[in-house]
T-cell receptor, first 115, second 113 residues
Framework: KAGVTQTPRYLIKTRGQQVTLSCSPI?????VSWYQQTPGQGLQFLFE???????NKGNFPGRFSGRQFSNSRSEMNVSTLELGDSALYLC??????????????FGPGTRLLVL | DAKTTQPPSMDCAEGRAANLPCNHS???????VYWYRQIHSQGPQYIIH???NNETNEMASLIITEDRKSSTLILPHATLRDTAVYYC??????????????FGQGTILTVHP
């Protein structure tokens, strides 16, 4: 079974621009979570989507948004990019849990550089 | 979700067992212990998880103390490819924890030839 895929793998943008990152979960997985990883803050949770609905959200400004499609694929968008948004953006998928444990499987990430 | 404490770094000789400790003294009864690792600049890789009982899979073993306040991840025969940052995470299923893993600083494991 194919793993989580993320596109693009690398991206360079300039301040003020916006960016859209894409994530395709493992087949059959319906929950998609997004994380930001920076050297200073480590791995931080952005948000989680399940059945096209955002169920949970981390402590990030409104410039960070996401959505999920009916096929469980997800996109995240960052508007008005700042230098501090340079990071590795990771997507993880999991099966619906119904309250049981939710093991997440991560993609390779998209490395974003903001100049 | 409960907070975890891990040593910042550990060394291990190739071929020997690597035992990575994790303290989670405030863990609740419905919280799971997860272990992930991250090799430089790659996405975190799931290793193993457990609730109460010890668990083993093809990658590692997880030993959880009876009071559940600490656990140990065991890599039975470490190789150079096991050099990575290892994260111990405690997570409650569902509710406000939907889809959220809280990563700490982890333990940098270096396997030496």
């Amino acid at each position: 079974k194919a793993g989580v895929t993320q596109t693009p793998r690398y991206l360079i943008k300039t301040r003020g621009q916006q960016v859209t990152l894409s994530c395709s979960p493992i087949s059959g997985h319906r929950s998609v979570s997004w994380y930001q990883q920076t050297p200073g803050q480590g791995l931080q949770f952005l948000f989680e989507y399940f059945s096209e609905t955002q169920r949970n959200k981390g402590n990030f400004p409104g410039r960070f948004s996401g959505r999920q499609f009916s096929n469980s694929r997800s996109e995240m968008n960052v508007s008005t990019l700042e230098l501090g948004d340079s990071a590795l953006y990771l997507c993880a998928s999991s099966l619906p849990s119904g309250g049981a444990e939710e093991t997440q499987y991560f993609g390779p990430g998209t490395r974003l550089l903001v100049l | 979700d409960a907070k975890t404490t891990q040593p910042p770094s550990m060394d291990c000789a190739e071929g020997r067992a690597a035992n990575l400790p994790c303290n989670h003294s405030t863990i609740s009864g419905n919280e799971y212990v997860y272990w992930y690792r991250q090799i430089h600049s790659q996405g975190p890789q799931y290793i193993i998880h457990g609730l109460k009982n010890n668990e083993t899979n093809e990658m590692a073993s997880l030993i959880i103390t009876e009071d559940r306040k600490s656990s140990t991840l065991i890599l039975p025969h470490a190789t150079l490819r096991d050099t990575a940052v290892y994260y111990c995470i405690v997570k409650r299923a569902g509710g406000t924890s939907y889809g959220k893993l809280t990563f700490g600083q982890g333990t940098i494991l270096t396997v030496h030839p």
